[in-house]
């Protein structure tokens, strides 16, 4: 988590690589990565698209466009792009990258499916719940039978999937969700992982909108109870 420590070894790192091998050697880029990586976990997200989007052009030119390491830095700068709230932006990158790597690596892998995922997200972001709904869908499916139905993405996808539900309106099916994304998530990861508590504060959401407030209620002071 000392990621200030950590930007400025990567840029000594980066420094030195771009000096003795040249700016797209594929170590010299993996520096590049990862020093943005270490920009975006302290927040700066601004400067995190910078340095993803010369991480891009630059892995573009030194391994190509279909090359597994330029997809993930066109994930990453999706990521960085999204996170600012520019969501349509966002939604271009994904799908371009989406498209890519159903190319390279196929419909069915894992990197292709969390690209769908996160392309959906972007869609719901922008209150397209329908279309959303239908991408988390898809997802689920998919995830479901190349990781398994417990598979941490898969309980994700399903997390997604009920929420774009529930912002239809539709809130005993995103309960019905909500409440075998929690099993599950309690089976696999445990009772007080964050994730699972998520899934309970997810869950009396669902609750408290059929208004069910004390339901609801007991829902919330059991997340409440595993924090402390």
Not at 210 to 213: L, P
């Given at each position: 988590g000392r990621y200030k420590e950590a930007e400025k070894l990567y840029r000594q790192c980066l420094d030195t690589k771009k000096t003795v091998l040249g700016e797209v050697h594929p170590s010299t880029l993996g520096s590049m990565n990862s020093l943005a990586v270490a920009v975006e976990k302290q927040g700066l997200y601004k400067e995190a698209e910078k340095q993803y989007r010369q991480c891009l052009e630059k892995t573009k030119m030194g391994l190509g466009e279909a090359h597994p390491?330029?997809?993930?830095?066109?994930?990453?700068?999706?990521?960085?792009?999204d996170k600012q709230g520019r969501y349509k932006e966002a939604e271009e990158l994904q799908r371009q990258c989406l498209e890519a790597k159903k190319t390279v690596f196929g419909e069915a892998h894992p990197s292709t499916l969390r690209s769908m995922n996160n392309l959906a997200l972007a869609i719901d972001k922008q209150g397209r719940y329908k279309e959303a709904e239908k991408l988390h869908h898809q997802c689920l499916e998919a995830t479901k039978t190349v990781l398994g139905k417990d598979h941490p993405d898969t309980l994700s996808s399903m997390n997604s999937l009920a929420n774009a539900v529930g912002k239809q309106g539709r809130y005993k099916e995103a309960e019905e969700l909500q409440r075998q994304c929690l099993e599950a998530t309690k089976t696999v990861l445990g009772k007080d992982h964050p994730d699972t508590l998520s899934s309970i504060n997810n869950l009396a959401l669902a609750v408290e909108q059929?208004?069910?407030?004390k339901e609801a209620e007991e829902?919330?002071?059991q997340c409440l109870e595993a924090t402390k």
């Open positions: 390491s330029t997809l993930s830095s066109m994930y990453n700068l999706a990521s960085a792009v059929q208004g069910r407030y829902l919330q002071r």
